[in-house]
Structure formats: C-alpha cells, structure tokens
C-alpha cells in the first residue's frame, strides 16, 4: 500500500468513522423487549450503612401501538426489587409500593432520579460502588421478560436529596 498523504488522509478519516462508531454504541447504553426501548438503566450509589438502594432508568419507550406495564423486576445484587413511585404532597415526600408502571403505547415514561417512578432494591447482598455494574431483570405484561445491565453512577441532575434507607 503506498503512503501518500491521500492514503494516510482516507486511513485516517476511516479509523475516525470507526472509533466515531464504537463511541456512539458504548454510549447508548439501551436495551429491546418486543416493543419496548429501555433507555440507560443505572443505580445511585449506596448510602454508607444503607441496607437498600435505587435503580432508574432515562426512559423506557413504548413504540408499539398497544399499551404495556412494567410488572416486577429482580436483581441478584438484592433480596427483592420492588417498584415504587414517589409523589409529594404538600412539601411532604411520600413513596409507596406500585403493582405496575402504565407505559403508554407511542409513549416515553421517564423514571429519573427525583421523579415519579423507580425501584428499590430491597436488602443488598453488599453496597453498590460508583462505576459498578450488575444485571437487572424487567417483566413486562406483554413485552415478557429482558435482562439489563444497570451501571452505578452520581445522578447528573439536580434532584430533591432523600435518603432510601428509610422504611417503606
């Protein structure tokens, strides 16, 4: 092969195309199940001496055109994972257990750190460390069951600082 500085040039702006491509696919980080996207599953780390922790999601999308819920979710990093929802009423923050998350077909449901929906991780098996990563098992009604990688981080938005080690 010669080495022009065509060659060199065209070597070049193909490894970058390469690279450029790799880089995008580590970032997206989303998983499929049946009409389901589910977009960046991460965890927050754990609160020192804390027995439970969260796990979220951007998003989980629904592209079909007929509804679906998230039923139930496992983890071997816990006990039990549960599916909660937070909501506040007047200044107070309250969460509870939910039996389901509606996901809207057409619909993304945002499940962020600070908002509605998300799932505890109920009796670690040991804390979770910021850049861990661990399997997460979804159910969905229709969409069936899919296995996650959910990857530990700092949450990157500003959002009302609670604690999970608290009774639910």
């Known amino acids: 092969m010669s080495n022009t500085p065509f060659t060199r040039r065209r070597t070049l702006a193909t490894l ?97 750190h600070g908002q509605g929906y998300h799932l505890m991780l109920m009796n670690l098996k040991a804390p979770l460390a910021d850049g861990e990563r661990f399997d997460l098992t979804l159910r969905f009604e229709r969409a069936g069951e899919v296995t996650v990688k959910a990857w530990v981080q700092r949450p990157s938005t500003k959002a009302p600082a609670h604690s999970h080690d608290h009774a639910h």
Do not use: C, K
Request: glycine letters at 10%.
């Open 16 to 112: 970058g195309s390469t690279l450029l491509a790799v880089t995008s696919w580590a970032q997206a980080h989303d998983f499929r199940a049946g009409d389901l996207v589910i977009d960046h599953p991460y965890a927050t780390p754990s609160i020192p001496g804390a027995a439970n922790g969260t796990a979220y999601f951007r998003g989980i999308r629904n592209r079909g055109s007929a509804p679906d819920r998230l039923i139930a979710a496992s983890s071997p990093v816990a006990q039990r994972v549960e599916l909660h929802e937070m909501t506040m009423d007047g200044g107070v923050m309250r969460m509870r257990e939910v039996d389901g998350i509606a996901l809207p077909p057409g619909q993304t449901v945002s499940m962020r």
